[in-house]
């Protein structure tokens, strides 16, 4: 890799204040290594109150100043790589989470040991490693964005287990330099993430970053080897839904020269949603309970009706 990002350089919010820790040319291919903390996950196991907290929760690295970029266009981030340490974490928040209400007022952690075999989760459970990045984003033109919650047109924590390697995320560009920040890389995450934490783990992100200049998107987008993935936001679900489908609709219709009458029939018979991270519309106060309220809704298009 040409740079480390090393996570001495993780901020609380993605702003468009912050000063960049670093500067590159898009299109080079360079790879650049965000690394991430899980410092917080540490600290909530050895105290088990989030008042003791002195760590950042849920830190993102950066930001990235990205030269040529300007609001109106696009950052294409190539995820190449994900190198895991040796544990991550499991931990139940009090009043988090879809499981809060069985899991009672206590505060459970678990270090997790990561190694050759997988993610032992349990003394046997162990799963293959599938790690990914559970928040990016650029900075909004103004203010600042939550990196718990929620999730915003720029990205944020999205907590999508398409963000892994092999994957290219499209994030809106607001800022002059558009700003990217990476933060919580998850082991491994079951989709919907029920717990609100999933097998937290501190690690390396290596990506790469281009610019698509004049490319306007009112939210995230995903792209790996087989499908287009559309990351709807909206309050209440249901609008979520309907603005991830709009999205495919005018993907096809818009950008791929499509008839929409052959759009609408397509996506009746394999544009398949299903429910994203659980990081909602709502403003952490200081983490929202579990509610599909403004959920993350994922919108799946195969590449082979294209």
């Known amino acids: 890799m040409e740079h480390f990002l090393d996570k001495t350089q993780g901020k609380a919010h993605f702003s468009?204040?912050?000063?960049?820790?670093?500067?590159?040319?898009?299109?080079?291919?360079?790879?650049?290594?965000?690394?991430?903390?899980?410092a917080v996950y540490a600290q909530l196991h050895e105290h088990k109150d989030m008042a003791k907290l002195t760590a950042q929760i849920n830190p993102v690295t950066g930001p990235l100043y990205v030269e040529g970029a300007k609001p109106g266009d696009t950052l294409a981030v190539t995820i190449h790589e994900i190198r895991l340490k040796d544990y991550g974490w499991s931990v139940s928040l009090p009043g988090s989470g879809a499981l809060q209400h069985v899991m009672g007022e206590g505060m459970f952690t678990r270090q997790v040991p990561i190694d050759a075999e997988g993610v032992h989760v349990t003394a046997r459970h162990v799963f293959p490693a599938s790690p990914m990045?559970?928040?990016?984003?650029?900075?909004?033109?103004?203010?600042?964005?939550?990196?718990?919650?929620?999730?915003?047109?720029?990205?944020?924590?999205?907590?999508?287990?398409?963000?892994?390697?092999?994957?290219?995320?499209?994030?809106?560009?607001m800022v002059e330099g558009a700003l990217l920040s990476i933060g919580d890389i998850h082991a491994i995450m079951a989709e919907?993430?029920?717990?609100?934490v999933a097998i937290e783990a501190e690690g390396v992100a290596v990506v790469s970053v281009d610019l698509?200049?004049?490319?306007?998107?009112?939210?995230?987008?995903?792209?790996?080897?087989?499908?287009?993935?559309?990351?709807?936001?909206?309050?209440?679900?249901?609008?979520?839904?309907?603005?991830?489908?709009?999205?495919?609709?005018?993907?096809?219709?818009?950008?791929?020269?499509?008839d929409?009458?052959?759009?609408?029939?397509?996506?009746?018979?394999?544009?398949?949603?299903?429910?994203?991270?659980?990081?909602g519309s709502g403003v952490p106060d200081p983490l929202h309970p579990f509610s599909a309220v403004g959920a993350v809704t994922i919108h799946r298009l195969t590449k082979s009706v294209l």
């Open 16 to 38: 468009p204040d912050e000063a960049p820790a670093l500067r590159i040319a898009p299109g080079t291919g360079e790879r650049i290594a965000f690394e991430t903390s899980d």
């Open 133 to 173: 990045i559970g928040c990016i984003g650029t900075a909004p033109a103004a203010g600042s964005n939550s990196t718990i919650m929620p999730s915003y047109a720029q990205g944020g924590n999205m907590d999508l287990t398409d963000c892994k390697p092999g994957s290219v995320v499209y994030l809106p560009v």
């Open 192 to 196: 919907g993430e029920s717990s609100f």
């Open 212 to 258: 698509v200049p004049g490319m306007r998107l009112r939210a995230p987008r995903l792209e790996t080897a087989d499908e287009w993935v559309f990351v709807g936001l909206g309050d209440p679900v249901q609008e979520s839904i309907r603005r991830g489908y709009e999205d495919m609709f005018s993907f096809l219709v818009d950008d791929q020269g499509w």
């Open 260 to 279: 929409k009458g052959d759009a609408y029939a397509v996506l009746s018979a394999v544009g398949h949603t299903r429910l994203g991270g659980p990081t």
